[in-house]
């Protein structure tokens, strides 16, 4: 969906982008709502600096 690197979604959800669950075999699962509201840019991408 967002068609970048997969480590840039798991960085996006350790900066708080988005809201990760963890499986029992370690894998990340993410609520839709947050990846359509990050797409839309109803989330506030974060600034290097800050």
């Known amino acids: 969906m967002f068609r970048v690197d997969p480590k840039t979604v798991t960085r996006w959800a350790k900066a ?3 809201s ?5 075999g370690g894998h990340r699962r993410y609520r ?8 839309q840019g ?4 974060q600034r ?3």
Not at 20 to 24: E, M, V
Not at 32 to 39: D, F, I, M, P, T
Not at 42 to 45: R, V
């Open 16 to 18: 708080g982008k988005l």
């Open 20 to 24: 990760a669950i963890r499986t029992l």
């Open 32 to 39: 839709e709502s947050e990846v359509r509201a990050l797409l």
């Open 48 to 50: 290097v600096g800050d």
């Open 42 to 45: 109803q989330i506030p991408s």
